[in-house]
């Protein structure tokens, strides 16, 4: 079956402790990319990646880093998180360029810090 | 800074009744404008695009109206059912650079009452 998948789904840390959001997805997509869904603010970017070790920032950047080392993996990391991160986070992937440009999420991840 | 602009926030509907949602945008260099359709605890699943070539789109009871001159497009959704409860985004990207980069709305809650 095609999909992303994210883990953990859920996870509660406290503000300073490193933690990591593993992405994967099966479809051989070459691009990849992280957003962060608050309520009254919608989906917004965080990182993306147009293959492997090519990675670019989106909209909302700060305090995340990613890796792309290999074409079906793409985590997200945290070095030292804060209250203002948490949010529910999605990971999505797709073809690059041409004209379609459907791009499949996970399930979600949802992030609590303390 | 909010590149697609949605509303309404929240929207109730009585089955059979037609739900509108409505998007604005400013960049013209956009030229590929999806819609998204998340259920709860899942993640956005895309459910009708549109290309500003054309200035309607219809998959079923789903409708997408675009004007171009005027930068809105709106996704109707006709004979609303229960099951089309959810929240509803819409996006835009700029296709052909490699990057499928997605601006998204701030997303309507659509509640299908019975």
Redesign the interface.
């Known amino acids: 079956e095609a999909q992303?998948t994210q883990n953990p789904r859920y996870l509660i840390t406290v503000t300073g402790k490193k933690l990591t959001v593993t992405c994967s997805q099966n479809m051989n997509h070459e691009?990849m990319?992280w957003?962060r869904q608050d309520p009254?603010?919608?989906?917004?970017?965080i990182y993306?990646s147009?293959n492997v070790e090519v990675t670019?920032k989106?909209d909302v950047p700060e305090g995340y880093k990613v890796s792309r080392k290999e074409k079906r993996n793409f985590p997200l990391i945290l070095e030292s998180p804060s209250p203002n991160q948490t949010s529910l986070y999605?990971c999505?992937s797709?073809?690059?360029?041409?004209?379609r440009?459907?791009?499949?999420?996970?399930?979600?991840t949802r992030l609590t810090v303390t | 800074q909010q590149q697609v602009k949605q509303s309404p926030q929240s929207l109730i509907v009585q089955k059979g009744g037609i739900s509108i949602i409505n998007c604005a945008y400013e960049n013209t260099a956009f030229d590929y404008f999806p819609w998204y359709q998340q259920f709860p605890g899942k993640g956005p699943a895309l459910l009708i695009a549109i290309r500003p070539d054309v200035s309607e789109k219809k998959e079923g009871r789903f409708t997408i109206s675009f004007n171009k001159s005027a930068k809105q497009f709106s996704l109707h959704i006709m004979d609303s059912q229960p099951g089309d409860s959810a929240t509803y985004f819409c996006a835009a990207s700029i296709s052909g650079t490699g990057a499928n980069n997605l601006f998204f709305g701030t997303g309507t809650r659509l509640t299908v009452i019975p």
């Open positions: 992303v691009y990319s957003y009254g603010l919608g989906l917004r970017q993306y147009m670019d989106g999605f999505a797709s073809l690059a360029g041409g004209l440009v459907e791009q499949y999420f996970g399930p979600g």
